[in-house]
């Protein structure tokens, strides 16, 4: 069982969009379909259409992880052709694309899908426990990549694009997510500008649950496992110098 609230953000137009598709649906069919969203991906280092890109690209946008539940990175797999992700206990789990992974759980061990984050190889590591954090966009790419973003690999790369700040408005959301196992998740967001080409943006998660796994061996007073008890920070800080610089 799981109750989930939300206050401020973008909730209130998301109720308004569902309650005029319920009176009217044939309206809200046809404008849906003549006002298609342009995806903008970087996928080659530069903003561009997804249509121009000759690539085989996955682009999830910020509405579209949060329509289909796309929490962490096991979710990937499920809104991704030909992209898996198999969790373990010893190295924490690896992404293969068209089957071509790295199982090597040395520390050293190159991976066979590369992540970014925003544009920055993070090297072996995985996304199995934690949760994505106020995300502007995911971009998966299928296929061997090259060293565009400072490492190659052979399966193809996931980038991780954060939120910016924006310097147009301020923007609050909160979000409780209350479940079973005691589950208690918290998430908030502000962007505030601080002049017309100066904005902060904080965004923090909190996520606490008991173990959904019972060890039967345990003799300890608690015997479940994979529990949650985690917290995520992230401050950004944005200045638009000029037309051709900035500072993120």
Do not use: C
């Not at 309206?27 to 991906?41: H, R, T």
């Not at 072996?124 to 060293?147: A, H, K, N, Y």
């Not at 998430?187 to 017309?196: A, Q």
């Amino acid at each position: 069982m799981k109750f989930t609230t939300f206050v401020y953000g973008l909730k209130a137009a998301a109720f308004s969009a569902t309650f005029l598709f319920l009176i009217n649906p044939v309206a809200a069919q046809d404008e849906s379909v003549n006002s298609i969203e342009e995806v903008i991906v970087t996928s080659q280092r530069v903003e561009e259409s997804l249509q121009d890109v000759p690539i085989a690209v996955t682009a999830l946008t910020a509405d579209i992880l949060e329509d289909q539940q796309i929490q962490s990175g096991s979710d990937l797999q499920l809104v991704t052709p030909s992209l898996n992700f198999q969790g373990n206990d010893a190295g924490g789990g690896a992404f293969n694309i068209r089957g071509i992974t790295n199982l090597a759980v040395s520390a050293t061990a190159e991976s066979g899908v590369e992540i970014h984050m925003n544009d920055l190889p993070l090297g072996s590591t995985t996304m199995q426990d934690g949760e994505f954090l106020d995300m502007e966009r995911i971009e998966v790419l299928r296929g061997p990549q090259g060293t565009l973003y400072g490492k190659n690999s052979v399966g193809g790369a996931i980038n991780l694009i954060t939120a910016r700040p924006k310097f147009d408005e301020v923007t609050q959301r909160l979000s409780v997510d209350l479940g079973d196992y005691n589950l208690e998740k918290l998430r908030y967001t502000i962007n505030y500008p601080l002049s017309d080409t100066m904005a902060a943006r904080l965004a923090v998660m909190s996520i606490e649950r008991d173990g959904d796994i019972e060890n039967i061996y345990s003799k300890a007073p608690t015997s479940h496992i994979n529990g949650r008890d985690s917290s995520a920070y992230r401050f950004s800080f944005a200045w638009q110098l000029s037309d051709n610089t900035d500072i993120l």
